[in-house]
């Protein structure tokens, strides 16, 4: 995590000039709302993009812890925001893709609310359970829950989680039942998980190649469409049987609905140069992300496009809004 932080809050590039009609902004500071607690990768992405803007457009771009709620908490905040360019959100699947399915009452609507700038980069995770559990592959470990359902305990950063979805989700397509078991963070229930007082969690490839590489937890399969260069040696969740899994975790930067379009345009041109540099994107790619970019039309169709995904997934997975 010290590693990913470091590279993001030290990483600068050379950066676009801003189009003619928008170089009035910004004339104050600019806050970047982060909806979840400091260290996590919305959080540092986040804190690249600030750093980004700060260099290149002379103003200071402040992060703004606003945890709670698995996310929504922050992200209502900037949804119901005024439509300045002063205001902006640390982007994440939980509150934006995910809490439209499992939240009966959700203050804003993640399509309609929000105007999309920059997809930063997404995340796969690698499936991960304690050494002690006696399964070597994703398939036996599959054949065990069978024997006993409920009884393996599954972590999550918390209900509404993508973590939480990803493994409801896989748990669907393999037909069998566990116990979720939300914590407050994927660091603490990490620590759990090596002490052998947890089962199986998800976990950030980067966060878990040192832990797999030492013995400590035994990885079972990567919840990318294909093997990581990280843990080459670990079959994506696809090759063992799991067809059509995916999960990733992703961080964007969006705006509230409204934003002056030279504001989105020039806030995108800043955040994508950085992003197409063969230096920058090695440097991301080795810390296990796939590097985007993608502008405000294709930032809201993805989004669109993972909010239907994940609502199949919790119908099928009978997940009630709550």
Known sequence: MKQ?????????????????????????????????????PTDTHSRWAAQQLNAALGRAFVVENRAGAAGVIGTEAVAKAAADGYT??????????????????????????????TLIARSASCMCIHPSIPAKSLTAFIALAKTSPGKINYATPGVGTVGHLAIENFATLAGIRMTHVPYKG????TVDLLAGNMDFAQIQIFQAAPHVRAGKLRALAVTAVAR?????????????GMKGFSSYNWNGILAPAGTPRAIIDRIHAVLSKPLTNPDTRKQMEALGYEVSGDGPAEYAAFIKAETGKWAKVAKAANIKPE
Do not use: M, W
Not at 186 to 189: F, I, P, R, T
């Open 4 to 40: 990913a932080a470091g590279f993001f809050l030290v990483l600068f590039a050379s950066l676009a000039c801003a189009p003619a009609h928008a170089q009035g902004y910004p004339v104050k500071p600019v806050r970047l709302v982060v909806p979840f607690p400091p260290g996590g």
């Open 88 to 117: 902006l959100l640390g982007g994440n699947p939980g509150p934006l893709t995910i809490a439209p399915s499992v939240r009966k009452q959700l203050g804003y609507d993640p399509i309609r609310d929000f105007a999309p700038i």
């Open 186 to 189: 994927a660091a603490l229930y």
């Open 228 to 240: 990581s260069p990280l843990l080459p040696g670990v079959p994506a969740a696809q090759e063992q």
